[in-house]
Every structure is written in C-alpha cells, then in structure tokens.
C-alpha cells in the first residue's frame, strides 16, 4: 500500500551549500599543495600556476562575452580558478608559457565551454588541457625540473621521476619520506603527498566530497600493484611506491571526484573509482605512458552516465510496503 508524501508549509530549511561556496572550499584545499609546490620548485611553479589561472579567467570570460552572448560572467563561481589551478599542477615547473595558455584555450574552450559551461561538460577540462599539451608536446611534458631550484625556470635541471624508474631501475628509487614530502620531480601539484592528503581531509570536513571515489581508487592500485610486487618484486615497485608517485593522489582528491563527471549515487562513485584504478595500474604497468591517471580518468569519465544508468538512486517520495 502505497504511504502519502506530506511536505510542511514554509518557510524550509535551506543547507547553505552553494556551487561558488563549494568551489570556493575547493580552492582552499588546494592551497596546502600549491604553497608546497612553490616551496618545492620555487618561482617556476608560481609562474605556472599563476599564467594558467588567469588564461582560465580569461577565456572563460571572452568566450562568454563574445561567442556565448551572455550578459553575466561566471567568473565568481570559481570553477575557472580552478580548472587553472589543477592544469597547473598536472604541468612541469618548467613548461613554456605558451603552452600553458594553449593547454588553458583548450580545457576552457573545448573541454568546459564547448559543452554550455558548467555543469554540461562530459570530460574534465583540466584533464583535456592536460593530455592535449601531452599529446602535441611529449617532450616538454615530460621534462621534470629537480626540486629545490628556487630561482631556475626555463634552464632548471631535470631528472627522470619515480615513475619514470619504476620497472627497471626501482633500487634507484628515492624513499618513502621523500615521496610524502615532494622531494622528488614530477608535475609541480602533484609530488607533495602530504600537501595533498590535508586537502583531501578539508574537502571530507567539509562534505564538500566523499569518501567513495578517492578510497576505491587508492584501495584498488594498491591491491592490483601489490599482487604483481608479490608475484615479480624485482620488476614491479611495491604499492606504496605507486600511491606516492604520479599523479594518483592529486587524480583521486582533485578531479575523479569532480561533480559534473562523476556518478551521482555512492555505489556509482565505488565502481567508477574501481574502474579508474584498474585502468591506471593497466596504463602504468603495461602500456608505454608511465603514468596512466589522467587517461584513466576521462576513460571514466565517458562512463559515467553508463554507470549513472546502472546504479540509479532510490526513488524520492512513494515506497511501497
């Protein structure tokens, strides 16, 4: 027999969450790994991370005025700054500038605006920036300053990363404390664990997300990754070497959980956080990229509404007995 919704006169409650409220405590967890990314590599990564957020700005703002039409800006809502924070932090310190202002025409212009802006985008549009500027300029994206270079930007020394020498030269490996701390190259937001880690515990603080997808990512390289370090350790790293190195952590905090591309029901977010992990040790283990979160992630990002389709919420409203 079929029970009656009864909702009360007003006024209601209102939760107080907002889109620019939530950005706005993005952007604050992000800060802890961009004042590590600074002391890290020094004046390259404020460079970086300051060229990509105003380029976002920027071509949020002229695509709007002149090709959408649209009388009000969305810049207050913060989603530029961060789309510019995290292309950022997926880059070397040492980047060209210019490319850093293609690879922000190309996540604001195709992998956001394209689509009608926020909210509409299949794809996350760092990621699109990230993987076009990795596509078109292997070489220079691929080239990772030595940490601890204050000063050097374009002629900083480089060095191959942890994932770079995973598989044949893992005794060369730094140790786990370095890795934690950022002592090692990589893209300039993604070496510091810790920096990271804080983010990620302001974020659950503030329910801005969950805990679904960053622990079924996590959860899932590091079983995957230590079935093959028991199977081969002398070929394959242990999986505290793959959690602290790439791009995982910022990947799982920062971008699978980002709203639009992600699955909207908790067992959605579980199996879509599963999907990513397993396609990333595939791409780190086995294919000829080291690192494989970015590509992992859009992958699934196609999947979602797939996912979406599959594991539906329950139905508000009439249950049956």
């Known amino acids: ?66 090709l959408l039409k649209r009388s009000s800006s969305t810049l207050g809502d913060g989603s530029a700054i961060i789309t510019g924070m995290l292309l950022a932090f997926n880059l070397p310190s040492n980047i060209p500038l210019y490319m850093v202002v293609m690879g922000s025409l190309v996540a604001i212009g195709i992998g956001k605006m394209a689509f009608g802006g926020l909210g509409n985008n299949p794809f996350n549009p760092a990621l699109v920036g990230r993987v076009f500027l990795l596509v078109s300029f292997p070489s220079r994206m691929t080239s990772w300053p030595v940490p601890h270079q204050m000063l050097a930007y374009s002629d900083a020394v480089t060095a191959a990363t942890p994932l770079g020498l995973m598989g044949y030269q893992n005794d060369s490996l730094p140790s786990y404390l370095d890795m934690f701390l950022g002592n090692t190259g990589g893209s300039l937001g993604e070496t510091c ?18 805990w679904h997808i960053p622990v079924s990512i996590l959860l899932t390289v590091a079983v995957l990754t230590g079935i093959m370090w028991l199977v081969n350790p002398v070929t394959y790293a242990d999986p505290l070497t793959h959690l602290l190195s790439g791009g995982l952590m910022l990947g799982s905090i920062f971008m699978a959980t980002d709203y639009v591309t992600s699955p909207m029901t908790k ?30 992630i859009l992958i699934m990002n196609a999947v979602t509404p797939l996912i979406n389709n599959w594991c539906k919420p329950k139905r508000f409203g009439l249950t049956e007995k």
């Open 1 to 66: 027999m079929a029970q009656k919704l009864y909702i009360s006169t007003s006024p209601h409650v209102h939760g107080g969450d907002s889109i620019e409220k939530n950005m706005h405590w993005v952007i604050t967890a992000l800060l802890p790994a961009f004042i590590a990314s600074v002391i890290i590599f020094g004046i390259g990564a404020l460079i970086v991370t300051a060229t990509s957020v105003l380029s976002c700005m920027l071509f949020e703002w002229l695509i709007n005025r002149y």
């Open 267 to 296: 067992n959605g977010m579980v199996w879509y956080g599963i999907g990513i992990g397993f396609l990333t040790v595939i791409i780190r283990l086995f294919g000829s990229y080291p690192e494989g979160m970015s590509f992992a």
């Open 193 to 210: 664990a810790l920096a990271l880690l804080i983010g990620l515990v302001i974020l659950l603080w503030r329910k801005v997300i969950t």
